[in-house]
T-cell receptor, first 114, second 111 residues
Framework: KAGVTQTPRYLIKTRGQQVTLSCSPI?????VSWYQQTPGQGLQFLFE???????NKGNFPGRFSGRQFSNSRSEMNVSTLELGDSALYLC?????????????FGPGTRLTVT | SQKIEQNSEALNIQEGKTATLTCNYT??????LQWYRQDPGRGPVFLLL?????KEKRKERLKVTFDTTLKQSLFHITASQPADSATYLC??????????FGRGTSLIVHP
């Protein structure tokens, strides 16, 4: 079974630009969560989508948004990029929503904002 | 909001010994808790989930305990090997709450 895939793997953007990251979950998984990982803050939850609906949201500004498509693929968008948005963005899929189910993480997208 | 604390200092042990990592949490009474392993430059990998009514859970050389009174989980790796060297993350589930991960403890197993 193919794992979680994320594209692109690396990205360099300029402050003020916007970026869209993509995540394809494991086949059959309906829940997709997004996380931001930085050395200073660790792994922080952004949001979770299940059946195209946002089920849970972390404490991030509205510049961070996401969506999920009918095939469970998900995209995350960050507008008006700031230097502090430089991080590893991880996508995780699970069979169902709610946290009881183990999450399978992708390799991440390394975003650098200059 | 819920918080997780893990030892920030790296744990150095000799091959063959048992490694014990600690996870303490506050402001929360989780029904279950998860442990993940993360290698540099890679996403976390799920290891074990333990429920509040399970005092202990084992998987091969791994053992996790869950003390809801102390609000603490212990993660043990017996007969440790250099390949076990990684960062181990403790996680509280989402559901009604925001999923929360600890900062992780780096384990270094010396041959």
């Amino acid at each position: 079974k193919a794992g979680v895939t994320q594209t692109p793997r690396y990205l360099i953007k300029t402050r003020g630009q916007q970026v869209t990251l993509s995540c394809s979950p494991i086949s059959g998984h309906r829940s997709v969560s997004w996380y931001q990982q930085t050395p200073g803050q660790g792994l922080q939850f952004l949001f979770e989508y299940f059946s195209e609906t946002q089920r849970n949201k972390g404490n991030f500004p509205g510049r961070f948004s996401g969506r999920q498509f009918s095939n469970s693929r998900s995209e995350m968008n960050v507008s008006t990029l700031e230097l502090g948005d430089s991080a590893l963005y991880l996508c995780a899929s699970s069979l169902m929503a709610g946290g009881l189910y183990e999450q399978y993480f992708g390799p991440g997208t390394r975003l650098t904002v200059t | 909001s819920q918080k997780i604390e893990q030892n920030s200092e790296a744990l150095n042990i000799q091959e063959g010994k048992t490694a014990t990592l600690t996870c303490n949490y506050t402001n929360y009474s989780p029904a279950y808790l998860q442990w993940y392993r993360q290698d540099p430059g890679r996403g976390p990998v799920f290891l074990l989930l333990i429920r509040e009514n399970e005092k202990e859970k084992r998987k091969e050389r791994l053992k996790v305990t869950f003390d809801t009174t102390l609000k603490q989980s212990l993660f043990h790796i017996t007969a440790s090997q250099p390949a076990d060297s990684a960062t181990y993350l403790c996680a509280l589930p989402g559901g009604s709450y925001i999923p929360t991960f600890g900062r992780g403890t780096s384990l270094i197993v010396h041959p």
